[in-house]
């Protein structure tokens, strides 16, 4: 009797240790998985590559940008930026990463993924003086010639404070 309950004890101790594994395997990936682009992409033994718009003076660019992923002269993935930042998840391999972003020129990085692991990646770009040049003082606005008579009738009924013929006029 008394080897059929220790057969019976290890048997639950057994069970015990597969589902205790289990739980631990559970948290395991739950914890893999702590950004909000891990979720629904499935890695497997492929690389991420997290990529980070920067200017020539270290802060993130912050406007309007697109990065692009090209192996081999072909398009393999784009994403716009959030906050300077973009993420793709890829093979091994060579890849070439273009960045355009707003009032920015255009920037890239060759990188090289030999095995799978998390890749951070920085591309600094130079802000393009030409789309911030302003070709000078902006002047009064131009009117059409009518428009600016019917304009000048306006002001000048106002000053005399007959509305109705100012609202006529604009």
């Known amino acids: 009797m008394a080897h059929s309950e220790g057969l019976a004890l290890g048997g639950i101790v057994n069970r015990g240790l597969v589902l205790l594994a289990l739980c631990v395997a559970g948290q395991a990936s739950a ?5 909000v682009s891990d979720e629904g992409t499935f ?3 492929r690389a ?3 990529v980070t718009l920067r200017e020539r003076g270290g802060d993130v660019v912050t406007s309007p940008a ?5 192996r081999s002269g072909a398009l ?3 994403t716009p930026t959030s906050k300077g930042h973009a993420s793709f998840i890829l093979n091994t391999g060579d890849y070439t990463i273009p960045a355009e972003a707003t009032g920015f020129k255009p920037g890239q990085k060759e990188i090289s993924l030999t095995v799978a692991v998390s890749s951070v990646e920085e591309i600094f770009l130079t ?5 911030t040049d302003s070709t000078g003082v902006p002047g009064k606005p131009i009117l059409a010639p009518k428009a600016k008579e019917s304009f000048d009738k ?5 000053n005399d404070n007959k ?8």
């Open 76 to 78: 393999i993935g784009q």
């Open 154 to 158: 306006a002001l000048q009924a106002l």
């Open 163 to 170: 509305l109705d013929q100012a609202e006529k006029h604009l």
């Open 127 to 131: 802000r393009d003086a030409s789309a």
């Open 48 to 50: 991420e590559v997290s």
């Open 31 to 35: 914890h893999a998985q702590a950004r």
């Open 66 to 70: 697109m990065v692009k992923v090209y």
């Open 43 to 45: 890695r497997g033994n």
